[in-house]
């Protein structure tokens, strides 16, 4: 390739690469360059990407309570969660859903949900599932399903407009605790649009919007509207930083991501029973693993696709022993899972049980926590962050001596088209419970101030019910939690809309998918800044995100983020 | 049509549009069927190479409303059933259970009452009104085979899976001109193409450097077993997870429990873009520096790649040669099997244990005897170093070490064709040399060593990287 191509194909990526790491990059001299690109932080910190894969009806999951209830309701029909209680004619009571109320829901002395064991259940508080089941027919799935919600509530008692869905009190009491913010309808974007721009076409919208693959590409990269290959943003920040330490920046819990994948940085994909290692023969002398790793060291080789072999074969064998012995000393959570002795055994689920145990619909749990189903709930998202857990935990030991990490854990089955009632109901009371877990095991390790969940989806789903769920859609609304005293919880931040018709100023398309107001790049600037990205790495990082400055404030990159999420 | 196609791409029951319902067609099959099946993302010349617009940047080839439009075409179709008036679908009808087929073809229902016959512009082709399910979708294949990208999109990936991941655009023309024409006038016969892609002289030069591909775990899975002469046991099969019925499958290659570790297990892969992105680049000089794609290498995670090898060695470690002559010999089990029925039943295979496939390495050990003792008899006589054969640590003799040379000859010939270069096989030799001391008891010590000889083959470039 002469060097016209080779300069015409790196400006394909110019808006991805600082003018340090394309030199960096594309030469392969990162590793010479890394005092410039590094960043020395002398805290710790990590942010955990919950991605919940398939497109989430977060319409649902945080459904309007005020303005729009009523278009909600009269087009999500039977899928459509309802305001009040009825009463015994059908007709609606007066509020009964307060989050603020203690008749309504149990909390402890950390302001944690629990689940009260026996008595009196509030009409949708998840049962005990140790003990048989008293669900009445009222209890059905399908009125569950649209019971009612927690209608969150600004700092002067006023709505906020949207509810917590009744089978999630563990999120809402992170709300209530101020350690959980929604933000409402957000989504992919490239500039700011309306409904009047898009049908103009005076403005760009996102390219193949509505279809998983290339909506969950843009999720992970953050880089609509741009062609060519795209890099994930996490990685372009591993790109950036160059962290030292033998893990890296990105580690993933939920399978390969794009999100991780840089120029010059893939992140590392783990199994959640804890770091594989090379099973091998007994050997008097060197092991497989050493083996392997000479194999790279022949001069030979010449073929790009044999030295790749053995460089992956290589660095996969060192980390394998670094990983091998941190592990053993990981904290026990369910000791239902591992027969060991819980590290923290003064602190349990909602339920009671230790943290992260598995609920996974075998006989005991059938048909209990709260919804009729014969399947429990998934038990891979638990895994996932209980793995999470361990590792933010092992990682501060010496030898891994992280300070920054970014962690991504996933939740499949969300793109419900059908049979929404069944699937939404556990999907969202795993991450209700899965979310609580997580949120309590950090605070045993004394450490929920260090670390932030952000949550994300490729896209929201249509307010059109096709009958038994909901197609691909546009906006949706988010969630951030984090103990950081800094961070700004128990608020929902972003527009929630008034008008969510068919032929109303949001709805795009026949099928009234919902016109984003607020971009993913406006939420995660000001958690990325509390993770201490500075703004020129910023810009390389969420390449987009200058298209959403203030007019007024145009100067000042920061108009763009989200405002008030930190103080 | 195939039916489980038309069902898992969501176009079965996908009708005309309705403005007041405010329904339109289902527009997920349309967009593979372009995307992914046949003409791909981005204008392509017959070389292979993209075609760049005035600001150098790649362009579609097909738009939204190609895509709208093609939806248009997919619409009114219906499982057939065996009973023929009630084809699934809640959406035509608000019936909830049926008897249908994914065995015989989707067929139009009732005559094509939802089907959208309107005139339909594809592609900048036009499909006239009136036309039924059936001719509608004939026509929009004419229009795609009709496309100038279907040859290179379609004869990249051939190449990709069969011989090298970038070819050259020499190598792209050659065979996207046979796919446009075969000689005879015909375009898009693969057998031709087929044919040019393995014989052309670049399959056969692997001089250049950046000639090749890496193999996916699933095909290098297959490839060990059929090395070794795999047969299927048969598999006890639990129907439903607590009703205790059970089937026996014969003649079937149970992979799931052995493939899930390495994320690949067939028909299981986690999207409609397959296990990998053809478009990967990895995150190494030689390959980003010249955007050259290496697809396979997207699978080679930590976790995956470890546990790729791990599957190799307890695959080996539980082989009939192993049993029949190692716990045989240490006393774990005196019994030794005659067909395969007995075996299976025998060591209780069901398809949640990892026994599903019979492998037999009894011929390699045989071999790896006569090079120590000059017969079969696999008792290793001369393989230590002093007189005692049982007890304590051994170093291996003269005549172990000159056998172990040769058995690694051997292996080599046997799993990648002899190309492994002298100096890998001089490293792993000597690392077989202090494997096998570790062990007091002759046949640990012969399992050491082959065990670890195929591993270490099997995880090495010589294998691994297609050439």
């Known amino acids: 390739m002469n060097r016209r191509d080779f300069i015409k194909k790196m400006g394909l990526y110019a808006a991805t690469i600082s003018p340090i790491a394309r030199i960096g990059g594309a030469l392969g001299l990162a590793g010479a360059i890394t005092s410039l690109s590094a960043q020395d932080f002398s805290d710790y910190k990590a942010i955990v990407i919950f991605d919940m894969d398939g497109g989430n009806d977060t319409m649902n999951m945080f459904p309007p309570t005020g303005t729009s209830y009523d278009t909600y309701k009269s087009i999500r029909t039977n899928l459509g969660v309802e305001l009040y209680e009825k009463d015994e004619n059908g007709e609606y009571t007066t509020e009964k859903i307060d989050l603020y109320s203690d008749d309504f829901y149990n909390v402890d002395t950390n302001q944690h949900f629990t689940a009260s064991l026996g008595v009196d259940q509030p009409y949708f508080v998840p049962l005990d599932p140790k003990k048989p089941d008293v669900i009445d027919t009222e209890y059905g799935k399908e009125a569950m399903y649209i019971k009612g919600s927690y209608h969150t509530k600004k700092a002067d008692g006023a709505k906020t407009g949207l509810g917590i869905h009744a089978l999630m009190p563990e999120i809402a009491s992170l709300y209530n605790k101020g350690v959980l913010s929604i933000v409402s309808n957000t989504g992919i974007l490239i500039e700011p649009v309306t409904k009047a721009k898009i049908a103009d076409k005076s403005v760009q919208i996102p390219e193949f919007l509505f279809s998983h693959g290339n909506q969950r590409e843009l999720i992970a990269t953050l880089q609509a509207g741009q062609a060519g290959n795209k890099s994930g943003w996490a990685g372009r920040l591993a790109d950036n930083w160059q962290i030292n330490n033998s893990l890296g920046l990105n580690i993933s819990y939920g399978g390969n991501t794009k999100t991780f994948m840089g120029l010059s940085t893939s992140g590392l994909t783990m199994g959640t029973n804890g770091p594989t290692s090379y099973s091998s023969y007994h050997t008097m002398g060197d092991s497989f693993e050493e083996l392997l790793k000479s194999f790279s060291e022949d001069p030979e080789d010449t073929n790009i696709f044999d030295k790749f072999t053995n460089k992956v074969n290589a660095k996969t064998a060192e980390l394998s022993s670094d990983l091998a012995t941190v592990w053993e000393d990981s904290p026990v959570f369910a000791t239902k899972k591992y027969d060991e002795e819980e590290d923290y055994p003064d602190i349990n689920n909602s339920y009671g049980d230790p943290l992260f145990t598995q609920y996974t619909g075998n006989e005991e749990t059938r048909e209990n926590l709260g919804i009729r189903t014969h399947h429990g709930l998934d038990k891979r998202i638990f895994e996932q962050l209980e793995a999470t857990a361990k590792m933010i935990k092992v990682s501060q030991t010496e030898a891994l001596s992280a300070k920054r990490q970014i962690f991504y854990v996933r939740q499949g089955g969300h793109d419900v088209h059908g049979n929404q009632v069944d699937s939404h109901s556990r999907l969202m009371r795993a991450i209700s419970l899965g979310i609580s877990d997580f949120y309590k095991a950090l605070e045993a390790m004394g450490m929920e101030e260090d670390v932030l969940i952000i949550s994300s989806s490729e896209f929201g789903r249509t307010m059109r019910n096709n009958g038994d769920g909901t197609d691909h859609g546009w906006g949706g609304h988010s969630f951030i939690v984090s103990g950081d005293p800094t961070f700004n919880g128990g608020k929902v931040y972003g527009d929630v809309l008034e008008d969510l018709g068919f032929e109303g100023i949001n709805a795009y398309t026949n099928r009234a998918r919902i016109i984003p107001t607020t971009a993913t790049e406006q939420i995660l600037a000001p958690a990325l800044k509390w993770f201490g990205v500075t703004n020129n790495i910023m810009a390389e990082v969420l390449p987009n995100l200058e298209n959403f400055r203030d007019p007024d404030n145009s100067e000042n990159v920061e108009s763009a983020f989200l405002q008030g999420v930190f103080s | ?467």
């Open chain 2, 1 to 467: 049509m195939n039916a489980t196609m038309a069902d898992y791409l969501t176009f079965i029951a996908s009708s005309k549009a309705d403005s007041t319902k405010g329904t339109a067609p289902d527009e997920n099959y349309a967009r593979e069927l372009m995307q992914l099946f046949s003409i791909g993302l981005y204008k392509l010349n017959d070389d292979g190479t993209k075609i760049l617009d005035d600001n150098d940047l790649p362009t579609p080839i097909y738009t939204q409303e190609d895509v709208s439009q093609m939806a248009r075409v997919f619409t009114g179709w219906a499982l057939s059933s065996t009973n023929y008036d009630k084809p699934k679908n809640a959406k035509y009808e608000n019936i909830q259970t049926y008897m249908h087929s994914y065995i015989m073809d989707i067929r139009s229902f009732n005559g094509g009452e939802f089907h959208d016959d309107g005139n339909k512009t594809i592609l900048g082709e036009t499909i006239d009104a009136g036309l039924s399910a059936e001719e509608d979708m004939d026509r929009a294949i004419e229009i795609l085979m009709a496309n100038s990208n279907i040859g290179p999109h379609v004869c990249r990936e051939l190449i990709n899976r069969l011989v090298t991941s970038n070819p050259t655009p020499e190598y792209m023309s050659d065979v996207v001109s046979i796919f446009n024409d075969n000689g005879s006038g015909e375009k898009g016969d693969l057998k031709a193409t087929i044919r040019e892609i393995l014989t052309h002289w670049e399959a056969r030069d692997t001089s250049s450097d950046t000639y090749g591909k890496v193999d996916e775990f699933m095909l290098l899975t297959t490839h060990y077993l059929s090395s070794l002469n795999v047969k299927a046991l048969p598999v006890v099969y639990y129907t439903g997870t607590h009703s205790g019925v059970t089937t026996t499958m014969e003649d079937t290659y149970w992979f799931t429990p052995e493939t899930q570790y390495y994320y690949q297990v067939p028909l299981e892969a986690p999207s409609v873009f397959n296990f990998y992105s053809p478009e990967y680049v990895p995150n190494d000089a030689s390959f980003s520096d010249t955007g050259l794609v290496a697809p396979e290498f997207e699978l080679r995670t930590y976790n995956g790649l470890i546990a790729f090898s791990n599957y190799i060695h307890f695959n080996l470690a539980q082989d009939r040669f192993v049993y029949e002559h190692v716990d045989t010999v240490l006393g774990a089990n005196p019994t030794t099997f005659t067909n395969m029925t007995d075996w299976a039943e025998n060591k209780s295979i069901t398809q949640t244990n990892y026994q599903g496939l019979y492998i037999n390495t009894t011929s390699i050990y045989k071999k790896f005897s006569m090079l120590v003792d000059g017969n079969e008899s696999l008792e290793f006589k001369n393989l230590n170093a002093g007189t005692e054969q049982q007890g304590g640590e051994k170093a291996l003799s003269d005549n172990g070490k000159e056998a172990v040379v040769k058995l690694i000859n051997y292996l080599d010939n046997h799993f990648t064709g002899g190309i492994m270069p002298q100096e890998y096989k001089d490293k792993l030799v000597l690392h077989l040399y202090t494997t096998a001391s570790s062990r007091n008891v002759i046949m640990r010590q012969a399992t050491n060593i082959v065990g670890t000889a195929i591993k270490a083959i099997i995880m090495s470039p010589s294998y691994m990287v297609i050439k």
